[in-house]
């Protein structure tokens, strides 16, 4: 049995009652899961932006999550039977630096896995890497990635993150070494990334999930050809396509519901919690 979940933004903004509702709900599921469908063990997925860290102190943001953490702590020491992998996404890029400088982190942390069950394969990824691939401006995963890792660390108090990120990175320029072709518009490329999804993905979604459902996949995303994607990130799911599905979100915009995706006997189920 695999579980994967994906956009669930743990202490996504401060002081906002539904962001602590979704929260609570989401500490509600991992105890469900805990005690249904992976009670005799199987697979845990975090797909990514599972912690919300984008221009928040990130420790901070964790002792907000402490909860959530602990019942993570718990299953993972549960027998050693339930498998917990965690994806870094663009919201909480830190948390694979973090995987790698500490000795005893608990889960095993990576920007991609390769799982099986009953026989079939399926590739999983957090889905922001689509989105560099789908965005109009540039297509340099490297400075996506870099500027991912350092709104991480922008902290709770810099105000325009955006602008400051864009100041510090024009005198380094070490976030646009991979750039073959630079935009005209740079800055407007930059504040392209730091939108909320439901505006910064509106002109790239269907072009992200056409790229996920693409037969050239195995190439550009270094998948085998019999494999299935499971993605994130654009917050909507959708059933298994062309070799595709997404898990959607914990209900952030624009989806309205908590997603999860199922799989059990190699067949990928959409569930609702």
């Known amino acids: 049995m695999i579980i994967a979940v994906s956009d669930v933004h743990l202490a996504e903004k401060k002081d906002d009652p539904q962001v602590e509702k979704d929260d609570a709900q989401f500490l509600e599921f991992l105890k469900y899961i805990s005690d249904n469908q992976l009670k005799d063990g199987g697979d845990l997925v975090l797909l990514g932006d599972i912690v919300d860290l984008w221009r928040r102190d990130f420790v901070k943001a964790m002792m907000q999550s402490e909860k959530v953490i602990e019942k993570l702590m718990e299953m993972k020491s549960a027998n050693n039977k339930i498998n917990i992998h965690y994806l870094a996404g663009n919201h909480d890029y830190h948390i694979l630096n973090l995987g790698s400088i500490l000795e005893k982190f608990p889960f095993t942390v990576s920007k991609e896995l390769r799982l099986a069950d009953a026989g079939k394969k399926f590739f999983f990824m957090h889905g922001y890497q689509l989105e560099v691939l789908a965005n109009p401006y540039y297509k340099s995963m490297s400075a996506y990635e870099a500027f991912s890792e ?98 959607g979100s914990w209900r952030k915009s624009p989806c309205p519901d908590y997603t999860y995706l199922e799989i059990n006997r190699g067949i990928a189920k959409s569930q609702r919690f």
């Open 150 to 247: 350092g709104l991480c660390m922008a902290g709770d108090d810099t105000g325009d993150a955006a602008d400051k990120l864009w100041a510090s990175y024009q005198i380094s320029k070490a976030a646009l070494d991979g750039l073959k072709r630079l935009p005209s518009d740079i800055k407007g490329a930059l504040d392209s990334m730091f939108n909320p999804p439901k505006d910064r993905l509106a002109n790239v979604h269907s072009e992200i999930d056409r790229i996920a459902m693409s037969s050239a996949r195995s190439l550009y995303l270094g998948m085998d050809s019999d494999e299935t994607l499971v993605f994130g990130h654009t917050h909507e799911p959708f059933p298994i396509e062309k070799g595709a599905i997404n898990t």
